[in-house]
């Protein structure tokens, strides 16, 4: 098994560029989260989905954010337009079906996101 | 709403020492409660966790937790440290169904065990 993919593992960008994070979940989960990791605020929940449904988007910071699960197999979080303290890690994260909601959550490697 | 708190940034301890990294939490309803590691540039993984039942939990890497419902705390703990046990470490809680599962994260913990 692969693990959690997200790509790109590195993004630079400018000020107003938009961001497109990519993450595809391990084969057989059907809850995926994403996280935002920075020293001032440690790691905060932005969004996650339940068999590709939103189920609480409250952690998304302001609606230049916004997240994507079209399949199963694929989420996306775009950043339109990017600022420069939405530089962080971007972590994804998956869980098993049949777990309840409460399983082991499978990290990906993240995406560090530098906006200068 | 549910919390936890990690109240020491770090912790250091001598290799073959036991180690407590500390953990309490604030939830209504029954906790869910995780131990989650993270080394330099990766991202976390999972060490244990407590649903229901023995209050003592044991995971990974010979990593234990103790449950204290009346303190409120939960205390991921080792007998004997070892250098590569150098990381962050993350508290987390889930309110269960009343949040839809949602984890919560602590501010992180850094255990630095030297030789």
């Known amino acids: 098994d692969a693990g959690v993919i997200q790509s790109p593992r590195h993004e630079v960008t400018e000020m107003g560029q938009e961001v497109t994070l990519r993450c595809k979940p391990i084969s057989g989960h059907n809850s995926l989260f994403w996280y935002r990791q920075t020293m001032m605020r440690g790691l905060e929940l932005l969004i996650y989905?339940?068999?590709?449904?939103?189920?609480?988007d409250s952690g998304m910071p302001e609606d230049r954010f916004s997240a994507k699960m079209p399949n199963a197999s694929f989420s996306t979080l775009k950043i339109q337009p990017s600022e420069p303290r939405d530089s962080a890690v971007y972590f994804c994260?998956?869980?098993?079906?049949?777990?309840?909601?409460?399983?082991?959550?499978?990290f990906g490697p993240g995406t560090r996101l530098t906006v200068t | 709403a549910q919390s936890v708190a990690q109240p020491e940034d770090q912790v250091n301890v001598a290799e073959g020492n036991p180690l407590t990294v500390k953990c309490t939490y604030s939830?209504?309803?029954?906790?869910?409660l995780f131990w989650y590691v993270q080394y330099p540039n990766r991202g976390l993984q999972f060490l244990l966790k407590y649903i229901t039942g023995d209050n003592l939990v044991k995971g990974s890497y010979g990593f234990e937790a103790e449950f204290n419902k009346s303190q409120t705390s939960f205390h991921l703990k080792k007998p004997s440290a070892l250098v590569s046990d150098s990381a962050l470490y993350f508290c987390a809680v889930s309110g269960g169904s009343n949040s839809g599962y949602a984890l919560n994260f602590g501010k992180g913990t850094s255990l630095l065990v030297t030789p």
């Open positions: 939830v209504s309803g029954n906790p869910y």
């Open positions: 989905f339940n068999n590709n449904v939103p189920i609480d």
């Open positions: 994260a998956s869980t098993p079906r049949g777990t309840g909601g409460l399983g082991e959550q499978y």
